[in-house]
């Protein structure tokens, strides 16, 4: 099994971009991962910062290990990625946490007459499975169950900051199903497809309210492979399945949480009539009933969803 180490990252989703391997439909590989803000908040805790000085400091967010080149994927495929593995790396035993300035669901400096609640970045210690949450003069035990934040392809024609997000390439929505044993399928749009992944998270609730979570370095083991487009179950949207359910992803930029929803759950209904033998009526009753709805982002302009259906009802 071939390794990828996080000092190849890219801040971009890019149809120009220059792949760092090219891998081979049916390959597995381990990609280690770079936290979201490459190392800088656990070095400089727990100095907090506002969002505007990282980016410039930085030059964007959510560093990718990538792009990797895909044997034979060619625009009008469907790329697959199954993810066998998404663990903390081993040797670094602390994840980190915090507030920015000028980012964050509950707060805004645009639509507020009272002052910032302030800044400050929180290292978090972990050990066989658990993170410590630092509070109240001692620690809180938080579960950990990583997942990647952040996976995408090139899109067709310009680049795109990897915190970005689009139906077109996916991007950074934040969903903690995005875990092992899941597999994402994500639309062709250049040949060779030049998929990106990182941005891993320990844990995270709903929404990422304060615009992180645990933020950790990782190591992510996964095999690629190319679908032909033609009848493939694709209605548009990327996909999250697994074993269990199926699900489709909304993430459209400056698209209120709402719609998103509503996208997530129309492409679903969409695929059960398209894959699964159901009416239009049926699908939509069905989903009625048994679907289920989590959110990934959830601070504005940035808004993703995930609408899922067991298989069992299929």
Not at 71 to 77: C, L, N, S, W
Request: overall charge negative; aromatic content about 8%.
């Amino acid at each position: 099994m071939r390794e990828f180490d996080r000092d190849r990252t890219t801040m971009f989703f890019d149809p120009l971009g220059e792949p760092i391997a090219e891998v081979d439909p049916g390959e597995r590989i381990l990609v280690r991962t770079a936290d979201s803000l490459c190392g800088l908040a656990k070095r400089t805790a727990p100095r907090g910062y506002h969002i505007d000085d990282v980016l410039d400091e930085l030059g964007g967010a959510c560093p990718l290990t990538g792009p990797f080149y895909v044997t034979g994927a060619q625009p009008g495929d469907l790329l697959v990625l199954e993810l066998h593995q998404v663990a903390p790396d081993p040797s670094a035993g602390e994840a980190w946490t915090g507030v920015f300035d000028g980012f964050g669901a509950l707060t805004s400096e645009v639509y507020s007459l009272q002052p910032s609640i302030g800044r400050e970045t929180r290292v978090v210690p972990y050990r066989d499975g658990v993170a410590q949450f630092p509070a109240k003069g001692g620690s809180i035990p938080i579960p950990m169950k990583p997942f990647l934040g952040t996976v995408g392809v090139a899109p067709k024609r310009e680049r795109r900051m990897t915190f970005s997000q689009a139906a077109e390439y996916l991007g950074d929505v934040d969903l903690p199903q995005l875990r092992a044993g899941a597999s994402v399928v994500l639309p062709v749009n250049v040949p060779g497809a030049l998929f990106s992944l990182g941005d891993a998270h320990a844990a995270q609730g709903d929404g990422e309210i304060t615009g992180t979570a645990l933020e950790i370095e990782a190591e992510v083991q996964l095999t690629v492979r190319v679908v032909p487009g033609d009848g493939a179950d694709f209605a548009g949207l990327p996909q999250l399945n697994t074993e269990k359910s199926i699900g489709s992803i909304a993430s459209l930029y400056g698209v209120h949480l709402g719609d998103c929803a509503r996208a997530a759950y129309v492409d679903l209904v969409r695929r059960l009539v398209k894959s699964h033998g159901f009416s239009q009526l049926e699908a939509y009753e069905l989903v009625g009933q048994v679907g289920r709805l989590r959110i990934g982002n959830m601070i504005d302009p940035f808004y993703s969803a995930l609408a899922t259906i067991d298989r069992r009802y299929l």
